[in-house]
């Protein structure tokens, strides 16, 4: 018995020392960044800016204002449109004018046919003079408009961030899932103390739970929006924002040129955007660039 229990041990002894045992490896997910560039189709600079970065891959997503953008600038979109450069509706009821008819939407407009500004809007809903299912009406054109260029919608936003403010937010939301939109931006504008980011995180509050349903990236960065572009302020908005979820969304408005009577920088943003600075630097933080396909 016991020269059997010692041959035993033997074998399992010289089993253990010819067998490799592969240590197992947590691997760690990457983190990921969707850039995308707001405002196509809003002018000739901006439109064609953002043609050349996603033609580059420097950027691997975009939101078109439908009521803007021409059938040339749908069909130069719908030619490059790929799995890397997702497409979107920047939803606009606050800047120029319906693709409905103004008689199709009047609580919308103004006597001159033209949207009224956000801040115009938003009180106007307040006071119960703005239509619901005339909104629907408008969102439902623009959608349909982009659908009908041959481009396929991953994902909306909307203009000067129309789709989280206070009251108003929650039911263009529920807009947008009414007509089969899945995926939606998140506003959180994190770490902002300034005047406009204090009021945005209120607005993001505001409509946190109408985001319910909804994919979303779990931060958006807006650090373009207060300063001109750099990689110091790429590196610090990205890195700020890995540190609180996986995925997350730069916002950016590139353009040849500057738009007057706008504070945005859109300039530096392109000049940056063409750099191939911001793959590099995301390379180090550990993340990788994905379009909203993929959330």
Known sequence: MSNERNERNSRVTQLASTTQITPITLITP??????????????????????????????????????FATDADLRALARLASPTLSVGLHLTLNAGAPLSTAAAVPSLVNQDG?????SQLWQRYLRGQVRRAEMKTEVAAQLRRLAGAGLALT????HQHLHQYPLLGPVLLGILRELGVRRVRRLTAAGRLDGRGLVLQAFALSSRAALRGLA????????FSTEPASADGFRRGVAAAFQRTDTAEFMSHPGLSERPGSPLMRVPEYAFWRSGEASEILRELGGELVSYANV
């Not at 994902?155 to 909307?158: E, K, L, M, T, Y």
């Open 30 to 67: 990457a983190k990921r960044l969707i850039i995308n560039c707001d405002d196509y189709g809003w002018d000739a600079p901006a439109t064609q800016a953002i043609l050349e970065l996603g033609a580059a891959r420097q950027v691997s997503s975009t939101t078109v204002m439908a009521n």
């Open 114 to 118: 033209q949207f009224y500004s956000s």
């Open 155 to 158: 994902h909306a936003d909307s």
């Open 216 to 223: 979303t990236p779990g931060a958006l960065v807006s650090t």
